[in-house]
């Protein structure tokens, strides 16, 4: 374990983050890190606990509470604690490919379920695995090797997204042939472009996706699968096939006057402002000064996001950067309580408020939080050329469905008013899977129009194709996404030969 009365004699100490009038100016990632001695000072406060919660990963009250990749938390720690930085890597390496992902943008589920955690701040497990991964890359121990004996088997994995990748590095270091499919130009899906550079800068990916093409991993970019090629061709020139396409079908608002030129879903907006970042090579200040985008410039519009969780947020950090002159984020459910509800105790993962970084710059820039709670968009409001101008906006109220006994939110009659909008971002969440890549396979999707399988298993209703990560299990973290590529590349292994030792 880390020193016996390490959480008794040192305070958590984080890594520095640059402060909101400083990283607004550019889109570089903005955690850093502590020197290794003082990471190791930090490893020294694991308690090594008789029930380590933190590597559970097992689900409670319908929330998943330690690790689900079950990382062996205070082994690393121990490690950590004694500057045996090769060791930890190793140990890490065994249950986890892609640390360097997890440590910039999980929210550490590991750190919420940490025993010291429920009468002090729990172990920066997040910040130790951060320096384990980059001390590994700095020295050189970081390898994706070429298999030695390859078992002539071909395995095509849909989606370069984190089970993807996933999927991908645990089937070929079998020894499968392995071929990544990818819509967009560059590898990395969710990864690349669904998450802004200043939380996971792209050069980070593109470390990684070298390392496995170098040990044989082809990787095909601008395929689109259904459309480009049918999962039939797929079939047959591949022994099995994983689809990892995420959810990617975006929820919508319908409310009239939803035509209006300058509303955009998020996850095409922080697309585009991602692809244009890389486009000039990372210069954040032409990026900032560009009006190459589709929406021109934000320079002093009015920007409003509907989605309160962790896209939204990513909206108002990046419409900040590109120069909004006001940023309103809109979310349908009641404002959370700020300490735990005696109704959700630890080792729960802790539903209460949480003021991430794109909120921290609001505050910072326009001097308010700008989140406006138990509220939504009832009409869009168009100008003569048919550009958004304005929206109205409603309250909700919790009711309580007598039929059902489920509480929902409805809009409180005469409580609308209306705010100034330029552009409106939809951050309100994924309704599964896109229907086209579904289709040219034949599988089956669930209520919920995930890929649809039996439970704990990863093979869908159509022979030899297998699925993982939010296209299996629906929009969730990238944690999960790696931990189901694992177990579906172990199923895909035992398909392909008899068993597995994945």
């Not at 980059?134 to 020295?139: G, I, R, T």
């Amino acid at each position: 374990m880390g020193k016996p009365t390490g959480f008794l004699e040192y305070e958590r100490k984080d890594g520095a983050v640059v402060p909101p009038q400083d990283r607004i100016k550019n889109f570089s990632e903005f955690h850093k890190t502590l020197t290794l001695e003082d990471q190791q000072t930090q490893g020294a406060r694991c308690m090594a606990c008789g029930v380590p919660f933190c590597q559970a990963g097992v689900m409670i009250a319908g929330m998943a509470s330690g690790c689900p990749l079950h990382n062996l938390v205070p082994e690393t720690n121990d490690l950590v604690y004694h500057g045996n930085w090769d060791m930890a890597y190793r140990r890490l390496s065994i249950t986890h490919g892609l640390p360097e992902f997890t440590s910039r943008v999980c929210p550490a589920l590991c750190e919420h379920a940490c025993t010291c955690g429920l009468n002090c701040a729990p172990v920066s497990t997040k910040e130790n695995e951060r320096a384990i991964i980059e001390y590994a890359y700095e020295h050189g121990l970081v390898e994706e090797k070429e298999p030695e004996v390859r078992t002539g088997k071909t395995v095509a994995v849909i989606g370069s997204g984190p089970s993807g990748l996933s999927t991908a590095q645990m089937l070929n270091k079998r020894g499968h042939k392995v071929t990544v499919f990818e819509r967009n130009d560059r590898i990395g899906g969710l990864l690349r472009y669904g998450i802004p550079n200043m939380k996971l800068d792209k050069r980070v990916i593109d470390r990684r996706v070298a390392l496995m093409e170098k040990a044989g991993i082809e990787f095909r970019t601008c395929v689109n699968v259904g459309k480009d090629i049918t999962g039939e061709e797929l079939l047959k020139e591949f022994d099995r096939v994983v689809l990892c396409c995420g959810a990617s079908n975006p929820r919508d608002l319908n409310a009239p006057g939803r035509d209006a030129a300058g509303i955009y879903f998020a996850v095409d907006y922080l697309r585009e402002v991602s692809k244009k970042l890389m486009d000039l090579n990372y210069d954040a200040d032409a990026l900032i000064a560009s009006k190459d985008f589709s929406f021109k410039s934000l320079k002093g519009k009015h920007v409003i996001v509907v989605g309160g969780g962790d896209t939204g947020n990513d909206c108002v950090g990046t419409s900040i950067r590109l120069g909004a002159g006001s940023v309103i984020q809109l979310e349908m459910m009641p404002k959370p309580l700020e300490f735990r509800a005696p109704g959700n105790p630890w080792p729960e993962w802790p539903r209460i408020l949480k003021t991430d970084y794109g909120q921290e710059e609001a505050i910072y820039k326009f001097g308010s939080d700008p989140r406006i709670y138990q509220t939504t968009i009832k009409e869009f409001n168009k100008d003569k050329k048919g550009h958004l101008k304005s929206v109205t906006v409603v309250s909700l109220q919790s009711v309580k469905d007598e039929k059902t006994g489920r509480f929902n939110m409805v809009p409180v009659e005469g409580s609308e008013k209306e705010l100034k909008a330029d552009m409106v971002l939809i951050a309100a969440g994924f309704l599964g899977s896109e229907a086209y890549v579904r289709d040219t396979f034949g599988v089956e999707c669930n209520m919920r129009t995930n890929v649809k399988t039996e439970e704990g298993c990863f093979e869908t209703t159509k022979s030899r194709v297998f699925t993982a990560g939010d296209m299996h299990r629906g929009q969730s973290l990238v944690v999960w996404a790696i931990a189901e590529g694992r177990m579906a590349a172990r199923a895909v292994d035992e398909s392909l030969m008899g068993y597995s030792n994945l």
